[in-house]
């Protein structure tokens, strides 16, 4: 097929030779239509068109030159309007402008300067002068701040200013607020005169309520003064003055009232006062909540607590708290600068404290450190000396607790941390030294003792802790029934990972001594999850008896609730050689005999904030031979309702055949409480001396003893071995008490129930053995002839002191010796020890 024709009609063709030509564009465009039809055309034709290509060329020239030229004339425009009103070293950086506007970061001196200013000019910017000014982002450096700043802000040639947000900044804290201002420059030539004034309304943090306030700032003979008042209206109320004084100084006060914040029950009223320049200044201020009433006192430079000759800090601030309402005690928290590299000194005090937020009654606190800016908001806190902590749980009890940190002289405890207490937080921490502790009364503590050679490394974050590794060279810390760990290595570590048990604690290699246990050798191990359930388990062993302690138990991190449990499994006492290592303490003469057997238990739970303990022993057909101690036939079970002190359900039944100490009691049956530790005798018989003795309880813990049918000669064991006849039958009553077990008589006589006679084979008296003491006595020599034929009408004797161990009593005569004294009567007053009443008398003594 030929392509079609594309010569316009009529053309004429000009070929010239050898050259090949393309076809013409009109003849390409034959049958394209103009868009506009000549008809419309103005007079002089399409040439109009034309025209708007230099028109555009102008207009983008224009834009190009406003965007080469508008940054660096608008940047220089506003730089000389701050230079002019003072800021020197006014720094400007332009992102963006335009004719009349322009969006820049604005810095006018060091802790003075904003993220976006957006300025408005009157005028064209080569010209014309900054009016508007709204600024975002805005951060005040008090350490950099002065009046100076403040005098220069009221000769900015601005008419308005917005201000969107700040920030207030001191080293690496800072403190972002919600903050929305306006402020107009006064003009004319009265008193406010180049003033600024305006409104404000800030939020300082979340949960704290909107401040609204009415702002002046204006100029007088020493220099700028600011001034707040509340506005018509506004809830809580803030007013205040900062003002510039004589020679660089300057004065502030501020008082806030009706202050209502999330987080604090109740309102808040406060008054503050400071004054003072950069060289030295004070400040004082005052804070009433339904809770508590707080002081601050400040000070440039500060002498504070240090001692005399001392020098002073660079600064110090202290901040006293004293609990009102369901608040109680008083704190004391001291901040003083260091002067080097921004580290503060802070120690902090509290007594007594009390309130339903904290976990402790009588809460008190104590230690002291270095805390220290790291940069990009780190910091770190060195406790540079001994801590302590502690108070009473809410047990029902007010059981008490206490823990205490001492680095030594070689040890020490640092953290860091960043991020506050958002999401971002984390730190770390070290420690080295030594650790004490108790839970219970300082008397007789549930659990007490401490570490050396500790050493503890610790990571956290949002989530809470992450890692932790903790070793102790040595633990010691009683342990049930007043037994003492000493000389266990500890190791304990947590790994968040772990799920199923992220917590491993071992104690190993440790000994076990005390006054109710042998010495043991300890090994246990705590592993779980404190949320979930941790598990004990373990065992102790006797190191010289075979003795064996099982240990168990739980925790119920949910539930808040669990036990540990220690068992003594059964005991033949004929397996071990000496008894007295079982019972250190009890200061038995060994070597020690015993048949029968003996087992018990302890048990420990925690429940909705309450500890218990309870606790059995049994004893089954024990008989205990020593120099000094004869048991026979023991039996019975006593159940324990509390271990720390010692405690039982009252009605306790122990039997003895036979008891024989300093005193040789019989046929021995006793009922019995204890309590706080300490025997409340409820009842009891036994047989002493031939005669009957029963017991009954009295007020005040007491008992008393109804004798009957004693026979003198049996209650004088030794003055019968020495060769003397005693006479007689003694009948009466005794009170006394028990000292923790022991029991001890303080009142009350047995009396002879007749005349009786004492007498000796010779009654001249010669050879008579001298029974009596002669360190109590006098004339011993005189009274044993008297005694070698006496007949009493009167004879009282009056037991006292610990009966068991070391009994005492006073025996008093009245009769006549036939052969001595004429045959006159004669009284005697007597002092016998346990040589007298015992069976075994110092016969060294006795000649």
Known sequence: MRPPNLRAPNAKRRTLPGAWRLPSWRAALQGWRWPISKAGLPPWGGRWLWGLVPLTLAIAGAILAGRLILPATAEQRLKAALVEAGFADAQVTVRHAGWGWLEAGVRLQPGLEADTALVTFAGLVPWGQPARLALTGVSLDAGHLDGQALARLTDLPIDHVDIGSAQLIHGDWSMPLALHATLDHQAGDGAEAGAWQGQAVMEPAAGWPALAVTVSLTKTA?????????????????????????????????????????????????????????????????????????????????????????????????????????????????????????????????????????????????????????????????????????????????????????????????????????????????????????????????????????????????????????????????????????????????????????????????????????????????????????????????????????????????????????????????????????????????????????????????????????????????????????????????????????????????????VRAALALEDVGLDFQLADGRVLLQGGDLAWAGGHVHLSPEEGGGFSATVAEVDLAQALPAWTAAGYTLQGKLAGRLLGRFDGMAPVLAYGGLQAEAPGHIGYADTTGAGVPVVLNPDHNGKVALVTRALADYDYQVLSLEPKGPILTDPRARLLLRGVNPGFYGGYPVDLDLELDAGDLSATGASERRQ
């Open 222 to 658: 020493d220099g700028p003064a600011l001034r707040l008042t509340a506005a018509p209206g506004a809830n809580p109320m803030v007013s205040g003055t900062l003002a510039a004084g004589p020679k660089g100084t300057a004065q502030a006060e501020l008082t806030v009232t009706d202050l209502r914040v999330r987080e604090w029950g109740g309102p808040i009223s406060a008054h503050l006062a400071a004054q003072g320049g950069s060289d030295r200044w004070t400040v004082s201020a005052t804070a009433e909540t339904p809770d508590a009433h707080l002081a601050l006192e400040g000070a440039k430079p500060w002498t504070g607590m240090r001692g005399t000759g001392m020098p002073a800090a660079p600064w110090g601030l202290t901040l006293r708290a004293r609990g009102a309402g369901t608040w109680s005690g008083e704190g004391l928290l001291t901040v003083a600068g260091t002067g080097e590299g921004g580290a503060l000194a802070v120690t902090v005090a509290a007594e007594g404290m009390t309130a339903p937020e904290l976990p402790l009654m009588a809460a008190f606190l104590n230690g002291g450190g270095n805390l220290t800016p790291e940069g990009d908001g780190a910091w770190r806190l060195d406790l540079t000396r001994a801590a302590q902590l502690g108070g009473r749980l809410r047990d029902g009890q007010g059981t008490p607790v206490s823990l205490g940190w001492d680095p030594g002289a070689d040890g020490h405890l640092v953290m860091t941390w960043r991020g506050g207490w958002g999401k971002e937080r984390r730190g770390h921490a070290e420690a080295q030294g030594a650790l004490v502790g108790r839970l219970g009364p300082a008397a007789t503590p549930l659990i007490a003792g401490g570490t050396t050679g500790l050493h503890i490394a610790a990571d956290w974050d949002a989530g809470g802790l992450s890692a932790l590794e903790a070793s102790a060279a040595s633990v010691e810390a009683p342990v049930l029934l007043g037994g003492t760990l000493e000389g266990a290595h500890l190791s304990s570590g947590f790994d968040r990972a772990n799920r199923a048990r992220p917590w491993q604690l071992t104690l190993e290699g440790g000994r076990v001594r005390g006054a109710m246990l042998p010495p043991l050798a300890l090994a246990v191990t705590l592993s779980g999850d404190p949320a979930a359930t941790l598990t004990l388990a373990g065992q102790a062993r006797g190191t010289d008896t075979p003795l064996v302690l099982g240990l168990s138990g739980h925790w119920i991190g949910a539930e808040k609730r669990g036990e540990a449990a220690a068992v003594l499994e059964p005991l033949t006492l004929s397996n071990v050689p000496d008894l007295s290592r079982l019972l250190p303490g009890a200061g038995l003469a060994g070597p020690v005999q015993g048949l029968g057997t003996v087992a018990g238990r302890a048990h420990l739970s925690w429940e909705q904030g309450h500890l218990t303990a309870s606790g059995e022993v049994r004893a089954d057909a024990v008989s205990l031979a020593s120099p000094s101690l004869a048991i026979d036939g023991l039996k019975g079970a006593v159940a324990l309702d509390g271990l720390f002190p010692l405690h039982s359900p009252p009605a306790q039944h122990i039997e003895a055949k036979a």
